[in-house]
């Protein structure tokens, strides 16, 4: 199971940490965050691999946020700093066993938090 947690309400350029917390026994490739704006798809936001730890992000998350990992918690974070209104959504985590060339794509990400809101105000 996934816990994400960490969200609020924040004022444009202030950062937010964001936390993803998992139970059990962990076997992923990757780790991602992911998120939803009213109205919009659930869209990749950034991803990390388990054994490892290279990185990957979309271009709207690239220079402003930072995901990391630690291990031996099991635990996922996502820093994000220079947040924009654009960025409000509710974000997700969730877990991967697919390859590299798959991290982009939701369709492989098989657990899922339950999300925490991001809201940016202007």
């Known amino acids: 199971q996934l816990q994400a947690s960490g969200g609020g309400s924040v004022q444009a350029g202030e950062s937010l940490r964001l936390s993803c917390a998992a139970s059990g026994r962990l076997s992923v490739s990757f780790m991602g965050w992911f998120r939803q704006a009213p109205g919009k798809e659930r869209e990749f936001v950034a991803a990390?691999?388990?054994?490892?730890?290279?990185?990957y992000y979309a271009d709207s998350a690239k220079g402003r946020f930072t995901i990391s990992k630690d291990n031996a918690k099991k635990l996922v974070y996502l820093q994000m700093s220079g947040l924009k209104p654009e960025d409000t959504a509710v974000y997700y985590c969730a877990t991967s066993n697919g390859i590299t060339s798959s991290v982009y794509m939701i369709r492989m990400y098989k657990d899922w938090g339950q999300g925490t809101q991001v809201t940016v105000s202007s």
């Open positions: 990390i691999r388990w054994n490892g730890g290279t990185t």
